[in-house]
């Protein structure tokens, strides 16, 4: 995996952990409209995100794996734009049937 190196250009409201990654977790919460800049890319944040929550950096392809610490966190249900707001609307995990655990039956 490859680190980031303190001179590559990225808005200090997100973190990006690794060059592969097309998400990056927003470190405050950034409302729809602002923008964030990564790489010298102007972003403009289309829904409101979160602290602590992902937003996409570039394209990311319907059926394509969405990439988190350098590694897959799932696959993109629907095509989703740079800005956009990256969660269980437009991403399903490739690792477990449903983002909640199931109930269990009582005895």
Known sequence: MDDLSSTQAI???????????????????IEAGETVVVEGTTIRVADRIPTGHKLAIVAIAAG????????????AIR????????????????YLPTYTRESRSTR
């Open 11 to 29: 808005d200090q409201r997100i973190i990006r952990l690794s060059t592969a990654d097309n998400v990056a977790a927003a470190a405050v919460t």
């Open 64 to 75: 394509e794996k969405v990439l988190k610490y350098g590694a897959p966190i799932g696959s």
């Open 79 to 94: 095509d989703i734009r740079p800005g956009d707001y990256v969660h269980t609307h437009n991403l399903a995990s490739d």
